[in-house]
């Protein structure tokens, strides 16, 4: 616990230190929400920010990383939401790592979104074999999403209702040596798929108010070139109640559902666990075909750029409906610190400490869990 607590405390403070230079620069209301700023690209609407940080979690141990976020803006639209492209890459003492490419981009008066995350990683894989409960993988993929404004049985002015297109790719190769050297995992799983978006946030990166409401549909076929054959179900309710504007007081509260049908790789069943929902288990260590999950989280300024949160879930995962039990849901609980590195949009570096059934995890990144 006490490693943990200086990890947190080493990530907040240097992101702290490092910012603290650009208060003298000539835009200070902007610069200054920099860990590290740059002249590259800088004007009135775009803005880099560059920061190192630590983390420690149940899936890596401890990592050591670097990542990054540009902000931008396609027009000069009062109303146009910002864009933006993130990039991160970690090592661990573990010997994993991850390299992501997250660009999100809004258009025409927000009226089209595209988003593309690619990665590449090494990474331990959770099974459901009981006596190789790990496994190593190395994988690499996409998700691409666009979407375009609701045309049937909404006004398509709204910009707040949209559908979309998905492409979802993944590459996984399982080291199978030490568990079955005869056996061999097909590596390929790939889909095409629709959402359903209702979003009336109002700031993408740290809302107060409003909601995002999404609903996810993909299939995965042999046909399209995927080695598997299954269906991936998601809805995804996240609700933004207001409590003192002023000390940006809120409750945050989200609804999750992840369901699979067909003939899934075990790696691509619902899994609970990781740093947006049900913080503090391993992501993976509990899979099924089906998962539920919904948390609460207090959400307040504290002082100068720093925040502080607080988060109650329960969830878990079962292979039929059926199988839910009231007595066997998980719980998972924790607290959060917070600092604002670019105070023009509102972009949070969070720190969370979050517990489970006999388990913890700490989680550092960029914007919040949801």
Excluded at 57 to 77: C, H, K, Q, R
Excluded at 201 to 211: A, E, L, M, S
Excluded at 337 to 359: H, P
């Amino acid at each position: 616990m006490k490693q943990k607590l200086i990890i947190i405390i080493y990530a907040i403070g240097a992101a702290v230190c490092l910012a603290g230079p650009s208060l003298s620069s000539e835009n200070s209301e902007d610069t200054a929400s920099s860990v590290v700023s740059t002249n590259l690209l800088k004007s009135h609407d775009t803005r880099i920010n560059v920061y190192p940080y630590a983390f420690y979690n149940p899936e890596v141990e401890l990592a050591f990383g670097v990542g990054g976020i540009i902000t931008f803006y396609t027009s000069d639209d009062q109303i146009l939401r910002p864009s933006k492209v993130g990039v991160s890459g970690w090592y661990s003492t573990s010997k994993q790592y991850k390299i992501g490419l997250s660009p999100q981009v809004y258009l025409l008066n927000n009226r089209i979104f595209a988003s593309v995350k690619l990665f590449i990683e090494d990474k331990k894989v959770f099974t459901p074999d009981p006596e190789f409960p790990e496994v190593d993988a190395q994988a690499y993929g996409t998700l691409t999403e666009l979407h375009i404004p609701a045309l049937f049985g909404f006004n398509t002015k709204d910009t707040r209702r949209k559908l979309g297109i998905i492409f979802d790719y993944q590459h996984v190769e399982i080291d199978t040596e030490e568990q079955d050297p005869t056996r061999s995992d097909p590596p390929h799983t790939l889909g095409l798929g629709v959402a359903w978006v209702w979003d009336s946030r109002d700031n993408i990166f740290y809302p107060t108010t409003g909601h995002l409401h999404r609903i996810y549909l993909a299939g995965f076929a042999k046909d399209l070139g995927s080695s598997y054959d299954f269906n991936r179900f998601e809805i995804d309710l996240r609700q933004y109640f207001p409590l003192d504007p002023e000390k940006k007081q809120l409750i945050a509260a989200q609804l999750y559902t992840d369901m699979s049908r067909g003939e899934p790789p075990f790696y691509r069943l619902p899994a609970l666990g990781g740093s947006k929902i049900m913080r503090g288990y391993k992501s993976g260590s509990l899979r099924d075909r089906n998962y539920i999950a919904a948390q609460m989280e207090f959400r307040t300024h504290v002082w100068w750029r720093l925040g502080a949160v607080a988060f109650l879930g329960v969830g878990d995962v079962a292979n039929e409906f059926g199988d839910f039990k009231i007595g066997e849901i998980k719980p998972s609980l924790g607290i959060g610190l917070r600092y604002v590195f670019n105070q023009t949009e509102g972009i949070n570096l969070r720190a969370d400490l979050g517990f489970g059934e006999d388990t913890n995890g700490l989680y550092i990144s960029v914007e919040e869990a949801f």
